[in-house]
């Protein structure tokens, strides 16, 4: 009975590790080259024929991006949630950019589509820019860092945090990407800059300058849309009525699907279970469909762009 319940548990991992998408690749030759065995025997293991060892299962899981918790979960309503280290200061900041822009170097160079449901100005996009990068910043990481407040990160960001987002940027930039964003996509962030103007902690000069740089940011997509259109990394704005749920993002891949939910700031949540990532693919697709497509409406775009900026734009006149 023992043996039938180890096969039973056996026959489900391979069933996981065949959701994936191989492309031309066998799964058998996979098998035999990261467990270092014969065609054969990974024929029978696959089969179920013989037992995997916990080696094997390690090498496994780990060569496929299977999770062994997996296994002993309802596979219809369970599945894993990925936190990576919960980002508090300036150190873990640094290594949340450093290796995203790793990601995302390595995102581009295969086939993908990433998409991302805008709530709120999408990250990527303030990393374009010294005054944004340093602004929203100062605003995640004094929420979370009792010991240093605002004008600290706003006024003293260290260079090589500012050249990290600059390459995050510039990665998220070569990416496939569609995005869908709505009137109250700035919305918070121009009540942000509100806000630390009422406490006393950025001047009217302050303002001014981040409202001039949020301006900066959106006539440079409007331009980029115009002058990319046609490339497979176009910039694809799709304008909805409004966004219900938070910032999210979704990477699809020949080989592995990832979700992306933000919380806390600047910190998120990663999800691979593959009918996470179906249904989430499903509501974009939703959204897409109901949206205006800024790229194939010139008016449409400008008319958005122009309602976007015009909270900045009194801000800056008044």
Known sequence: MEDDRLLEIQGTFFDLIKEKNFGNLKLADQVA?????????AYKKIRCETVLTSRDYMLLAA?????????????ETDFLVRRPQFITDIDGLKKYLVDTANELDRLSNVPHEFYYAARDLPVFLFFSNPVLIRFKIAVWLSELDSDKPFSHYYRFLPSDIMDACNKFYQGYKRLNRWEIWSMQTLVNLHKQIEYYETIGQLSAADCVEISQSVIHLLDTISDEMAANSESDNAWRIYEVDFLMMASNGLVLTPLRNVAYISYAGINYLRIDENHFCQDLHHWFKKQIANSTALLDSKKAKV????RLKKPFLDRINS
């Open 33 to 41: 080259t990261i467990l270092d065995i014969t065609l054969s025997s």
């Open 63 to 75: 060569a496929f991006g299977v999770s062994l918790d997996s296994l002993v979960m309802n596979r």
């Open 303 to 306: 008319l958005f762009f122009q």
